[in-house]
C-alpha cells in the first residue's frame, strides 16, 4: 500500500519516526513535501496520514480522486480539520483519540496543581530574595478536583488524583455505568447540567472535552462567578473552549486563584498577550500531550488502522460526525 505522511509544520520528528518504526517496511511511505506540487503527490495514494489534522480541502478532493480508503489523523481534536467535507466526500476518517496521549495530559495537569500547591512563584521568589521557610504551602490530598469531560486523558488523571488522596466529580454528555465510577473512584458523576455542581465545589476545575459549535466559550464569566476564589482553573483541551477575556477578568478580580493553560485561543499566543504576565497563571505552549510515549502510541494506532484497511477490515476510532 502507498502511504502519505503530511506532517506538520517543523514538527514532523519523532511523530513521523515512531509511525516509521510501528509501520515497518512491508508499505511504502512518503512524507509530503509543502514546496512541491500537490496531485502528484497523492497519486496513487491509499492512506493519507495527518499529523495533527490539518489537511485542507484540496489535499481532501486530492485523497479522493486517488480513490484512498483511510484519511487517519494523528492526533485527537479534529477542530482544524473540515470534517464535514471529508465525511460528505465518503473518504473514511479517523482519530487517535485521548487515550493515546491520557497519560501525558494527565501528568501535566498534575504539574499545574503541584505548581499551585506548593507555591511554586513565591517560592523562587523567595529563596532568590533570602527569603527562607515561607510560604505556608498546601496539599493536594483532601481537595476537590472537578473533570470537564470524562474521556481518555480525564479517566488517566482520576486515576492519579485519587492516588494522591483528592475527591473527584465529573461529568460528560456520555453516561459512565456505575461499575466504572467506582472504579475510577468517582464521588459524582453527572451530565452537562450538572456543571454548577463542579463549579462550586472543585478546587481545582480541569477541562477535557473537544472543541465543537456546542462546546465554543461554554467556560465564560457566569461560570468563572460560581467557582470557589481559592480555585484554579485548568485547560489542556482547546482554548476556545473558554471565554478568554472573562478567564483574564476572572484572574485579575480576584474571583478564581489561578489557572494552568496549555491551550489558547489564538496560538500561537501573542508574546504580549496579558496571560503571560500574570503571576497567577503558569502557561505552557500547547505541549502537554506531546510525549515520546504520545508520539509512540498514536503512531502505532495509525499503523494498525493501515494494517486493518490492508486486510479488508473497518479501521478503528472512525469519526462519523463533524458533532
Known sequence: MKVLFIGFKD????????????????????????????????????????????????????????????????????????????????????????????????????????????????????IR?????????????????????????AKELAKRAWLLGMRILAMDVVELPRDLQSEYHLDFFGSPKDLDKLLTESDYLSVHIPLTPNTQSLIGRECFSRMKPTAVFINVARGEIVDEP????????????????????QEPLNPKHPLLYMENVIATPHLAGATRGTSRRRGKAAADNIFRVEQGLQPLYLVTSAE
Open 129 to 153: 530574595s533570602g527569603v527562607f521557610y515561607h510560604p505556608m504551602n498546601d496539599e493536594l490530598h483532601g481537595k476537590t478536583l472537578g473533570l470537564v469531560g470524562f474521556g481518555g486523558s
Open 246 to 265: 472573562a478567564l483574564i477578568e476572572a484572574l485579575k478580580t480576584g474571583k478564581i486563584r489561578g489557572a494552568g493553560l496549555d491551550v489558547f485561543a
Open 11 to 126: 514538527l514532523v520528528h519523532p511523530w513521523y519516526d515512531d509511525f516509521l518504526e510501528a509501520l515497518g517496511t512491508a508499505h511504502s511511505v512518503k512524507l509530503y513535501n509543502p514546496n512541491s506540487s500537490l496531485l502528484p503527490q497523492f497519486q496513487g495514494v491509499d492512506v493519507v496520514v495527518d499529523q495533527g489534522g490539518w489537511g485542507t480541502r484540496e489535499m481532501i478532493d486530492a485523497a479522493v480522486s486517488s480513490s484512498a480508503k483511510l484519511w487517519q489523523v494523528i492526533g485527537t481534536g479534529l477542530d482544524h480539520l473540515d470534517v464535514s467535507y471529508i465525511i460528505g466526500k465518503k473518504l473514511p476518517l479517523a482519530n487517535t483519540p485521548g487515550i493515546f496521549s491520557g497519560v501525558a495530559l494527565a501528568e501535566h495537569v498534575i504539574f499545574f496543581m503541584l505548581y499551585f500547591a506548593k507555591n511554586f512563584e513565591v517560592s523562587s521568589q523567595n
